[in-house]
């Protein structure tokens, strides 16, 4: 069932047959750098069983993204529940397959999740978090108009914040 659609894109919900591509991007080192490690088979399985959970739980979760053109996967992208700071808020989080990285894909895709999180889902406001070296990350958050909102030290590390308001 196709969730959101874009110009380029749609979004659907992931299914297990799905683990052999959303291992390219969850077990690759790369693409996993600002994690603790990139993925085992086993944690592709739990990741994608945890967004089917969070389907029936919250009505979102992360969403394969898949190309319109061909049909092809090409990473996950969605709102899923996070605890940020102690505050459990709707975080926009993607991955996306390095060799369709920088052409605008993960924008695309969190900018239509920021709108489906407000006019689906009627949030009042999203998030967006990354450990302080995720430049990347942030500057998808910036550009769909998210904006610094703290930062805070969590297991040793910094992380970054950015938040929206609906019509901010």
Known sequence: MIIIKTKRLYLRELVPTDKTELAKVL????????????????????????????????????????????DEFIGDCGITMQDINGEIVPEIGFHIIKEFCNQGY?????????????????????????????????????????????????????HIVHAAIKND
């Open 27 to 70: 077990s690759d080192p790369e693409s996993m750098q600002y994690y603790p490690a990139p993925f085992t088979d086993t944690k592709v399985d739990n990741w994608i069983n945890w967004n089917i959970e969070n389907y029936c739980k919250y009505q979102h979760g992360l969403w394969a993204v898949i190309k319109k053109d061909g």
């Open 106 to 158: 993960a924008t695309e895709a969190a900018q239509a999740c920021k709108e489906y999180a407000f006019e689906v889902l009627k949030y009042p406001k999203v998030y967006s978090y990354t450990i302080e070296q995720n430049i990347p990350s942030q500057g998808v958050a910036k550009k769909i108009g998210l904006k610094f909102e703290k930062s805070y030290s969590e297991s040793g590390e910094t």
